[in-house]
Structure formats: structure tokens, C-alpha cells
């Protein structure tokens, strides 16, 4: 079975300063990770994703997370906050199987102060 | 541009009454959609599978007479609440994936109040 746990609920910091949102995942072969996020009343967008590829893996917006077999970790990060990317963050996996839903761990709500 | 789109975006509908829900893929056939429910501050919550041609398959603790799927062609599925109560005000969000091992396609949600 898969699942995806992210550590913290909410993560607060400065405008500038790094962002880091955990994410670990649990599977019993090579999953297909996301990273989501859904500002106020709005619907979902993909940040970025991991398929089996490069291990380190780019998104949209300046952030980019790594896929850690070895920790079974994605964490996403990004070098410097923006007030734009407060919002809620979900770290997703696929289960791999046709016709199968994403699995979606609890989210983290990241705050951004000036 | 978005891929699957839904409507409405919001809905305010009166206690009792039904409401139904789009989900359209735009330029792809998807045999299976999903449907998602969203309280405040939570994370999505998966309620059913929507195959097309065939019946839904609902997680466990959805009622599926209260919430009816239809799937009647490869671009689109719908979602019906029936006899809507209060407690059915939530965020609805349908998905869709265009192939294997890749990112599902969500819809901009629809914010159901039930007054």
C-alpha cells in the first residue's frame, strides 16, 4: 500500500528566507510523487513531479524538490519566499495502477510575512 | 489552459433541493474520473471512481444514493447531491488522468453552500 505523510501542518517564514515542506512517502515499488498547491478558493496546480528520472526535480515558481530513495523523502524547497506563495501545499502519490486515484497526504499551510 | 474543466464554480442551493455538478475533459477521452471532497482547511478526500459506461465505485461512508455518479461519455461525468442538507456544503473537485504514471488533471472545483 501506498501513503504520504507530511510532517508539518504549517510552516511559517519570511519573505526571502528558504522554504522547506516536508514530505515522506511509503511504498512497495518506485512511486510517482507530486507536489500540489491550491491557494484560497482555488482549485489545483501542479508544482512538479518525479517519474522515475532525474532524482532532483524542477518546478514552476522557483521550487523544486528530491526524491530520497535511501530516506524515502520528497521535500520540497524553495531558495526564497515570495508573499505570493502562501498557500496550501499537498505532497501526492501515485499508486501506479490504471484507473487509480492519487493519494494525497494532509497538506501544509505555508505562511509568508513580510 | 485547463484540460478538465468543471461546472459551476459555485453553487448556493436551498435545503432539499439537488444539485449537479460537471466534469468535462478538453482534449482528451478519460475512462475514469475521480471525485474529491474538500472541507475547510482539510485535505482532499476521495469519494468515488467514475468509469464510464459502468457504475461508480464510492469509498467507504459515501453514500451513493445520496451522491450519484454518471459517467455517460469518455469527456464527461457528472456529480449529483441529492436533497442537499447543510452538511453537504463543501469543496467538490473532480480529476482526470490522461495516461498512467502521470499527474491527474483537476478542475477548478466547485464551493457547494447549502442554506
Known amino acids: 500500500a501506498q501513503s504520504v505523510t507530511q510532517l508539518d501542518s504549517h510552516v511559517s517564514v519570511s519573505e526571502g528566507t528558504p522554504v522547506l515542506l516536508r514530505c515522506n512517502y511509503s511504498?512497495?515499488?518506485?512511486?510517482?510523487l507530486f507536489w500540489y498547491v491550491q491557494h484560497p478558493n482555488k482549485g489545483l496546480q501542479l508544482l512538479l513531479k518525479?517519474?522515475?528520472?532525474?532524482?532532483l526535480v524542477k518546478g514552476i515558481n522557483g521550487f523544486e524538490a528530491e526524491f530520497k530513495k535511501s530516506e524515502t523523502s520528497f521535500h520540497l524547497t524553495k531558495p526564497s519566499a515570495h508573499m505570493s506563495d502562501a498557500a496550501e501545499y499537498f505532497c501526492?502519490?501515485?499508486?501506479?495502477?490504471?484507473?487509480?486515484?492519487?493519494?494525497f497526504g494532509k497538506g501544509t499551510t505555508l505562511s509568508v510575512s513580510s | 489552459g485547463a484540460v478538465v474543466s468543471q461546472h459551476p464554480s459555485r453553487v448556493i442551493c436551498k435545503s432539499g433541493t439537488s444539485v449537479k455538478i460537471e466534469c468535462r475533459s478538453l482534449?482528451?477521452?478519460?475512462?475514469?474520473m475521480f471525485w474529491y471532497r474538500q472541507f475547510p482547511k482539510q485535505s482532499l478526500m476521495l469519494m468515488a471512481t467514475?468509469?464510464?459506461?459502468?457504475?461508480?465505485?464510492?469509498e467507504q461512508g459515501v453514500e451513493k444514493d445520496k451522491f450519484l455518479i454518471n459517467h455517460a461519455s469518455l469527456t464527461l461525468s457528472t456529480l449529483t447531491v441529492t436533497s442537499a442538507h447543510p452538511e453537504d456544503s463543501s469543496f467538490y473537485i473532480c480529476?482526470?488522468?490522461?495516461?498512467?504514471?502521470?499527474?491527474?488533471?483537476f478542475g477548478q472545483g466547485t464551493r457547494l453552500t447549502v442554506v
Open positions: 482534449d482528451f477521452q478519460a475512462t475514469t
Open positions: 518525479y517519474t522515475s528520472a532525474a532524482t
Open positions: 501526492v502519490v501515485s499508486p501506479n495502477q490504471a484507473g487509480t486515484a492519487l493519494i
Open positions: 511504498s512497495s515499488y518506485s512511486p510517482s
Open positions: 467514475s468509469n464510464e459506461g459502468s457504475k461508480a465505485t464510492y
Open positions: 480529476s482526470a488522468p490522461r495516461e498512467m504514471n502521470t499527474e491527474a488533471f
